[in-house]
């Protein structure tokens, strides 16, 4: 209702003037508001690790979305737990390792390309059409 609208206001990943502090402010001034009818906001008001929900702000706008969401990691440990459950034991701890990087690597669903950034053609020779 009412307050998931008031909080997508808050998490503007697609905003490309946002910042960590404009975020911080409309996260407290979301939570001040909302903290008469959800005693339990007002706890929130006061907690230090407020800076951290906000670490996605710092990278581009056009991959914010990808970071502060969980779906990536969700499916990678899905799949991690079907291939333990049909190997059953494995011999140690490399050979488990050994096969969850083969899992992790051959997935198709992790190919999804990441924006072109001038940071990245820097670091890493990026190349759009490959």
Do not use: C, Q
């Not at 209702?1 to 910042?19: C, I, P, Q, S, Y």
């Not at 190997?87 to 992790?110: C, D, F, H, I, Q």
Request: charged content about 35%; hydrophobic content about 30%; proline content about 3%.
């Amino acid at each position: 209702g009412l307050v998931a609208e008031e909080f997508k206001n808050v998490l503007r990943t697609d905003d490309r003037n946002d910042t960590k502090e404009g975020a911080k402010k409309r996260y407290i001034s979301f939570l001040g508001s909302w903290s008469e009818f959800y005693p339990r906001f007002k706890n929130r008001l006061h907690n230090e690790r407020i800076d951290l929900y906000f670490t996605y702000v710092g990278y581009h706008h056009s991959i914010r979305s990808m970071i502060y969401t969980t779906n990536w990691i969700e499916r990678i440990n899905r799949d991690f737990k079907r291939t333990t459950r049909m190997r059953g034991a494995l011999p140690n701890p490399e050979a488990t390792l050994l096969l969850l990087g083969g899992v992790a690597m051959s997935r198709k669903a992790y190919l999804r390309k990441v924006p072109k950034m001038k940071n990245e053609k820097e670091k890493f020779e990026w190349n759009e059409d490959e």
